[in-house]
């Protein structure tokens, strides 16, 4: 038979595959490598797990919801969640813009209301017995609060027991025993470049915890808030955050982590915290007093620049100046007046007028505090009792009174319109009736009040330290000023006083 050549190559050729398989095999042999299983003995050096073991039970996650009405506008043919305040500024729309189709914004009463969830944040657990640390903003449309415990299972509703729109901050309470506390640090000692850790719920994901330093203390002129005086940190905080905690590298409260900056909406390396001391004095004063708090020295400030230093007599630019005293406050009742120059208070030199009001609206009212100030060229120290800050309203007058004929103003002052306030002017300019003066109608654009930046709408309380009630007396003093080559006006302005030296032109 012929077939036995046939199957001889088919033989050398499996033969061939054999020998080169075992020989792949052999080339492909796991190598010897090194294990150690030992677990890692962390220190502060090496980990921060020891840290967010402590911390992390500290920290929960807050969800609100809102009664919303369904059904009515649109007749569920747009999105409900668009009739909700929240989601429609962070959408941008404008509040008098038709809701879901429909030609007014009004509510009109029918439809059926439901619990919608609007909103992610975080808190942080100041108590065992269930009260909770977090930002006005995350809870501040809520119609029901529910908090979900470390452990992502245990979930408690909560009631809200104060909120201050003027730091950002809020007290939540949960009927619980036994809570995980955390503990806080002093604030006020922490410096720049300490480590520090934020930990949240960053995009409705479970716990996060990310690390950075302590990049700025002091913030005051963020807009985040009225009274906010924030720590600035790198750790990243993203939105879900808010109302979390920054801790040191002992694991200790810091701040309640409460905003960034952002121009894409995520992390760009700066976030805001408010700092713990101001956190737990809020909390204090909202747990109880049911509000805050804050002391108020009854002044209306501005900065001084070399023209106004020169003008008060000030050693230097370093101080705050008096632009007016309101009446029945503790700065009057001291005998506080308007262009003292503040120099320091209780021995600190304030850094800027942010710095210093949140520092005296941290102080409760009835605390005593020492004004080291200028007067005339002289230095002097006046003790002020603080009041309660007050909020503050504008009252306008009756409008329809005729407007008076404007009258113009000579010399160092020419350029400039006044005329005497009205009923119909006050509602016009948003003046309240407190407010005597003379109103600016008109500043030449090409003249020295223009330079010093004058405008249409200022009121003229004094010329030269001399009160001024009509547009009769602004006239009258300022020709006894026309030969002067610069004159000090006192105005006020959008409800707040400044003191204004306008220099004759060259």
């Given at each position: 038979?012929k077939?036995?050549?046939?199957?001889?190559?088919?033989?050398?050729?499996l033969l061939a595959?054999f020998?080169?398989?075992?020989?792949?095999?052999?080339e492909?042999?796991l190598p010897?490598i090194?294990v150690?299983?030992t677990?890692?003995?962390?220190?502060h050096?090496?980990s921060?797990?020891?840290i967010?073991?402590?911390?992390s039970?500290?920290?929960?996650?807050?969800?609100?919801?809102?009664?919303?009405?369904?059904?009515?506008?649109?007749q569920?043919g747009?999105n409900?969640?668009?009739?909700d305040?929240f989601?429609?500024?962070?959408f941008?729309?404008?509040?008098?813009e038709?809701?879901?189709?429909?030609?007014?914004?009004?509510?009109?009463g029918?439809?059926?209301?439901?619990q919608?969830?609007?909103?992610?944040?975080?808190?942080?657990?100041?108590s065992k017995?269930?009260?909770?640390i977090?930002?006005?903003?995350?809870v501040?449309?809520?119609?029901?609060?529910?908090?979900?415990?470390?452990?992502g299972?245990t979930?408690?509703?909560a009631?809200?027991?104060?909120?201050d729109?003027?730091s950002?901050?809020?007290?939540?309470k949960?009927?619980a025993k036994d809570?995980?506390?955390?503990?806080f640090?002093?604030?006020?000692k922490?410096?720049?470049g300490?480590?520090a850790?934020?930990?949240?719920?960053?995009?409705a994901?479970?716990q996060t915890?990310?690390?950075g330093?302590?990049?700025a203390?002091?913030?005051?002129?963020?807009?985040i808030?009225?009274?906010?005086?924030?720590i600035?940190?790198?750790?990243s905080i993203?939105?879900g955050?808010s109302?979390?905690?920054?801790?040191?590298?002992?694991?200790r409260?810091v701040?309640?982590?409460s905003a960034i900056?952002?121009?894409?909406?995520?992390?760009?390396?700066?976030?805001?915290?408010?700092?713990?001391?101001?956190?737990?004095?809020?909390?204090?004063?909202l747990?109880k007093?049911g509000k805050?708090?804050r002391?108020?020295?009854?002044?209306?400030?501005?900065?001084?620049?070399?023209?106004l230093a020169?003008?008060?007599?000030a050693?230097?630019?370093?101080?705050?100046?008096?632009a007016?005293?309101v009446?029945?406050?503790?700065?009057?009742?001291?005998?506080?007046?308007s262009?003292?120059?503040?120099?320091?208070?209780?021995?600190?030199?304030?850094?800027d007028i942010?710095?210093?009001r949140?520092?005296?609206?941290n102080?409760?009212p009835?605390?005593?505090?020492?004004?080291?100030?200028?007067?005339?060229g002289?230095?002097?120290?006046?003790?002020?009792?603080l009041?309660e800050?007050?909020?503050n309203?504008?009252?306008?007058g009756?409008?329809?009174?005729p407007?008076?004929a404007?009258?113009?103003?000579?010399?160092?002052?020419?350029?400039?319109t006044v005329?005497?306030?009205?009923?119909e002017?006050r509602?016009?300019?948003?003046?309240?009736e407190?407010?005597?003066?003379?109103?600016?109608?008109?500043?030449n654009?090409?003249?020295?009040?223009?330079?010093?930046?004058?405008?249409?709408?200022?009121?003229?309380?004094d010329?030269d330290?001399?009160r001024?009630?009509?547009?009769?007396?602004?006239?009258?003093l300022s020709?006894e000023?026309k030969t002067?080559s610069?004159?000090?006006l006192?105005?006020?302005r959008?409800?707040?006083?400044?003191f204004v030296?306008v220099?004759?032109?060259?």
């Amino acid at each position: 038979m012929k077939l036995r050549p046939l199957l001889q190559p088919l033989r050398l050729t499996l033969l061939a595959t054999f020998a080169f398989s075992a020989l792949a095999f052999a080339e492909n042999k796991l190598p010897d490598i090194a294990v150690d299983a030992t677990p890692l003995e962390r220190t502060h050096e090496n980990s921060y797990a020891p840290i967010v073991e402590k911390v992390s039970p500290s920290v929960v996650t807050i969800s609100i919801s809102k009664n919303m009405r369904v059904g009515a506008r649109g007749q569920g043919g747009g999105n409900p969640l668009m009739d909700d305040p929240f989601f429609r500024k962070f959408f941008g729309v404008p509040d008098d813009e038709p809701r879901n189709g429909q030609d007014s914004g009004k509510d009109s009463g029918t439809g059926r209301k439901r619990q919608m969830p609007v909103g992610l944040g975080s808190g942080v657990i100041v108590s065992k017995d269930g009260y909770i640390i977090t930002n006005n903003h995350v809870v501040e449309q809520a119609d029901e609060i529910t908090v979900t415990l470390h452990d992502g299972k245990t979930e408690l509703k909560a009631k809200k027991i104060g909120a201050d729109a003027g730091s950002d901050i809020a007290v939540i309470k949960v009927e619980a025993k036994d809570m995980k506390a955390i503990t806080f640090a002093d604030s006020d000692k922490i410096k720049v470049g300490d480590n520090a850790l934020a930990i949240g719920n960053p995009f409705a994901l479970r716990q996060t915890v990310t690390k950075g330093i302590i990049s700025a203390v002091g913030r005051n002129q963020t807009g985040i808030s009225e009274f906010g005086n924030f720590i600035q940190t790198d750790a990243s905080i993203n939105p879900g955050n808010s109302g979390g905690a920054l801790v040191d590298a002992l694991g200790r409260l810091v701040g309640i982590n409460s905003a960034i900056f952002s121009q894409s909406g995520g992390n760009m390396g700066i976030g805001f915290a408010v700092p713990s001391n101001q956190a737990r004095s809020v909390m204090e004063s909202l747990i109880k007093f049911g509000k805050v708090q804050r002391g108020f020295l009854g002044i209306q400030m501005q900065p001084l620049d070399d023209k106004l230093a020169k003008e008060f007599k000030a050693p230097d630019k370093d101080g705050i100046l008096v632009a007016e005293v309101v009446q029945g406050g503790g700065a009057e009742k001291a005998g506080v007046k308007s262009g003292d120059v503040i120099i320091k208070l209780n021995g600190q030199r304030p850094d800027d007028i942010a710095a210093f009001r949140n520092t005296v609206a941290n102080m409760m009212p009835g605390t005593k505090v020492e004004l080291e100030i200028y007067r005339n060229g002289k230095p002097q120290t006046i003790s002020v009792t603080l009041v309660e800050r007050p909020t503050n309203g504008v009252a306008l007058g009756n409008p329809g009174a005729p407007s008076p004929a404007p009258v113009k103003v000579p010399d160092v002052l020419d350029g400039v319109t006044v005329a005497d306030l009205n009923a119909e002017l006050r509602k016009r300019f948003g003046i309240g009736e407190d407010v005597k003066g003379a109103l600016i109608t008109q500043v030449n654009p090409d003249s020295a009040c223009a330079d010093a930046d004058v405008r249409a709408g200022d009121v003229i309380v004094d010329i030269d330290g001399k009160r001024v009630a009509t547009s009769d007396e602004a006239v009258k003093l300022s020709e006894e000023v026309k030969t002067k080559s610069s004159v000090r006006l006192r105005i006020s302005r959008k409800g707040a006083t400044q003191f204004v030296v306008v220099e004759e032109r060259k």
